[in-house]
């Protein structure tokens, strides 16, 4: 039975989208089964997975919409236990015709039970918004991964945000937890990443993840070529960062036993 985590921030630009691809390319390194859900119209997930966006015929939102069956849009990677259902511009439309739906905050969680047996982790990439789309996510979700920037708004908009899922924990999915909160885009030459490290952890104490991911021109170019950096670039810093965040990942869901010293060595 998959574990499902949602990627979410309002805020864009935090490498919501970066750590769903990386995140979940790196669990499937590590011989775990993994979906990632695009549920972002700009189907960043999808490009960066590797497919062309033009041609998707069918994506998430003909889940939700016309109640397509998500296993036959199942996509398959380059990476061996990873696949993907794709999302599409299409998608900016489905919460106008949600609106009027009976349970149209349950619709995503519906959509995934039919696929929770088949994978060990389901990602869930959002959109920057606190629209309908990621209001299904978190509702969907066991847990919420939040991705904060080492910049100098880092913490503005988070108290909307986890406003947010109280509410949602209150009324809609009470077992929903905070995974963590993943600073990103982090540069320890820099006083202000420093601080914003700082910060956080001072405000969220342990629910902040040990691994920081740090800034990498291999990470950014990855995208591009449409490859997750572990496939990019074995050898480099993002590449490091995001195995030890998956493998932080499953050592706190108690799925490995991974001493410190058998960590990869940064």
């Known amino acids: 039975m998959a574990k499902v985590i949602a990627l979410a921030n309002q805020k864009g ?14 669990l499937a390194v590590l011989e775990k089964k993994v979906l990632i859900v695009d549920a972002d119209p700009q189907a960043n997930a999808t490009s960066g997975t590797g497919f062309d966006i033009r041609a998707v ?26 696949d993907l259902i794709p999302s599409h511009i299409d998608l900016v439309g ?5 609106l009027n739906q009976p349970n149209r905050e349950y619709m995503l969680k519906h959509v995934i039970e039919k ?18 789309i990621t209001v299904n996510a978190l509702t969907a979700a066991d847990s919420v991964v939040i991705p904060v920037q080492c910049e100098y708004f880092a913490l503005e908009g988070l108290g909307k945000l986890l406003n947010t899922i109280k509410i949602i924990q209150s009324r809609l999915n009470k077992e929903l937890e905070i995974e963590g ?5 982090y540069d320890p030459r820099l006083r202000l990443s420093n601080q914003v490290v700082d910060e956080v952890k001072k405000h969220f104490q342990d629910m902040v993840f040990e691994t920081i991911i740090q ?9 591009s ?10 050898a480099s810093k993002g590449s490091v960062n995001y195995l030890n965040l998956a493998r932080e990942i499953l050592q706190k869901n108690d799925q490995t036993k991974i001493a410190n010293a058998d960590k990869v060595v940064e």
């Open 94 to 98: 489905a919460e106008i015709e949600m």
């Open 115 to 132: 696929l929770k047996d088949d994978y060990d982790y389901i990602l869930i990439d959002c959109s920057p918004s606190l629209g309908l």
């Open 13 to 26: 630009g935090v490498g919501k989208t970066t750590t769903a691809i990386n995140l979940a390319a790196s």
């Open 57 to 82: 015929k069918t994506s998430i939102y003909e889940c939700l919409v016309d109640d397509q069956d998500p296993k036959n849009i199942i996509l398959n990677s380059d990476i061996e236990g990873l």
């Open 225 to 234: 070529y449409g490859k997750p950096v572990v496939l990019y670039d074995a």
């Open 215 to 223: 800034r990498n021109i291999k990470l950014s170019e990855s995208p």
């Open 181 to 185: 909160f993943l600073l990103t885009m």
